[in-house]
């Protein structure tokens, strides 16, 4: 079977688990009902248990499902702890559900997965190591991959049900209230995480740092956590600006970056109160540079940025240059510090964010996204999972929800190294053309022909080469030439999700 982006679909896996093929970027008004988690009713006075070794085993049985999640990224220290007890105790057949996996999970995870302790995983992404183990089909059923929003979706419409959460953070009283904001070990938002906390069927908290009763701010409250572990370390907060967060200073990127922001200023959406987000990667993290001089330029200030929140756009909070900044991840130490003094750094959950099935996510606000991409094609759909090899080597994160703006620019090099950018069609589609309405590399745009609108705009920018799509393809195979065809078995070793909970992808096995 074929879904509206042409891509053939395992019907396997797609009546086995209920699934719907990917229709179209707009999720329309549905009716939901949503779901409730059990609750373990408590009236004790105090939920703090010795160790996870006395805990584990009473909690985590054959068959469950368990979530953590990454605000730590590199510098997490939970999740291996959690699992070493996991696995050491013999659970089998486990799902695990974190809201993304880093490369410090990679070998624990391996080595679950190895020993039957994990047969499924459902994430936003994964890298290294374990995206190379299972893009060799080394595991049993095929990952689910969501977005953020798409993660949200799925938990609050039953698509996701969490047994046990075990989430790390660096500080916590006797009855479990929590925020990411104090002691060793802050990350700031706690925006993920708080989806886990308000629906899995039992909650447990790890920290260095248990404060004194009740501790406020709550992000995470008492009301939603049956167990409280304390732990020698949680976590290092100094890694979590590791890998796709770096701060470029690659030329190449900075080029991009200025091209974008000159896309950005020149279109009908920079005006006094806009709004934007930036990915993760160097180019798209780099904009926040050219943007700052841009609104002192023009004497604009920004209604409010959103998403994973870095540095630089704390620093545009505390210049007056953005009024508020809505904040579900923080990317580096200095906007996690942020958050605690600046009451306009507002948290919000990942349901908040880019639930595209509440009633109102931020997203729907966006005017602008930033986004970045391994491979964009002549359809203008974008792949952010996996690597001109085939291997998973990415995640969706943000990108599919945070397309929905009124204005998505997609940043990348035309070329890395000797590998094209720019295709005929993309290894894994996760974001659909559609949602797409500038490309911009370092020798020139394109603009999606639907949008008219922005030719007009965009068409006489001094210095900004303007090119089709299928012109940029052109370009990058002439400097690279035409690869070969990658060879993948039959077997599905993951499916891309869509936003809405429709499957627009998969991704097969890769041929030894």
């Known amino acids: 079977m074929k879904n509206n982006v042409n891509r053939e679909l395992p019907e396997k896996w797609m009546q086995k688990w209920d699934y719907q093929g990917y229709q179209s970027s707009q999720t329309g008004n549905p009716v939901i009902q949503r779901v409730a988690p059990k609750v373990h009713v408590s009236t004790g ?155 899995a069927n039992q909650v447990v908290l790890l920290t260095d740092n248990l404060v004194a009763y009740p501790n406020t701010p709550a992000s995470i409250k008492q009301t939603q956590v049956d167990y409280v572990v304390p732990v020698a370390q949680v976590g290092d907060p100094d890694k979590i600006g590791s890998g796709a967060t770096r701060f470029t200073k690659d030329p190449k990127e900075l080029k991009i970056a200025s091209l974008v922001n000159e896309v950005i200023t020149h279109s009908p959406y920079f005006q006094d109160g806009f709004s934007f987000q930036t990915g993760s990667g160097g180019a798209a993290l780099a904009v926040t540079r050219y943007l700052r001089q841009s609104m002192l330029d023009h004497h604009f200030q920004a209604a409010f940025a959103l998403g994973g929140i870095t540095k630089p756009t704390t620093d545009l909070l505390n210049e007056g240059l953005v009024r508020k900044i809505m904040d579900v991840q923080d990317f580096d130490r200095g906007a996690a510090e942020s958050m605690q003094t600046n009451p306009k750094q507002q948290e919000i959950d990942a349901s908040w964010y880019a639930d595209p099935n509440n009633k109102g996510a931020m997203v729907d606000q966006l005017d602008i996204a930033i986004l970045s991409a391994l491979e964009v094609d002549t359809q203008f759909n974008v792949n952010v999972m996996s690597g001109s090899d085939g291997v998973i080597r990415g995640a969706i994160g943000g990108h599919q929800d945070a397309a929905h703006a009124k204005l998505t620019i997609i940043c990348a090099p035309l070329v890395r190294g000797r590998i094209a950018t720019i295709v005929p069609a993309v290894t894994t589609i996760v974001t659909p053309g559609d949602s797409i309405d500038v490309v911009v590399t370092e020798y020139g745009i394109a603009i999606n022909p639907r949008r008219s609108d922005l030719m007009a705009a965009l068409q006489q920018i001094p210095g900004v080469p303007v090119l089709s799509i299928a012109e940029l393809q052109a370009l990058a195979q002439k400097k690279v030439g035409q690869p070969q065809p990658l060879t993948f078995t039959e077997q599905t070793v993951a499916l891309i999700e869509y936003r809405d909970g429709t499957i627009i992808d998969q991704i097969k096995a890769v041929q030894d």
């Open 45 to 199: 006075d105090d939920k703090v248990v010795d160790s996870l070794e006395q805990l584990v085993p009473k909690l985590v049985h054959n068959g469950m499902t368990i979530s953590f999640h990454h605000h730590f990224r590199n510098g997490d220290f939970v999740f291996n702890q959690v699992m070493r007890v996991i696995i050491d105790a013999g659970i089998q057949d486990l799902t695990l559900a974190p809201s993304s996996l880093t490369d410090v999970m990679n070998d624990i995870v391996i080595e679950a997965i190895q020993k039957g302790t994990v047969t499924q995983i459902t994430s936003s992404g994964m890298r290294g190591s374990l995206g190379d183990f299972v893009s060799h089909g080394h595991l049993k059923n095929p990952v689910i991959f969501r977005s953020h929003g798409g993660r949200a979706r799925a938990i609050e419409d039953g698509d996701l049900r969490i047994d046990v959460a075990f989430l790390g953070v660096p500080n916590a009283d006797r009855l479990g209230n929590a925020n990411g904001m104090a002691g060793q070990a802050v990350f700031g938002s706690l925006g993920y995480a708080l989806m886990d906390a308000q629906y």
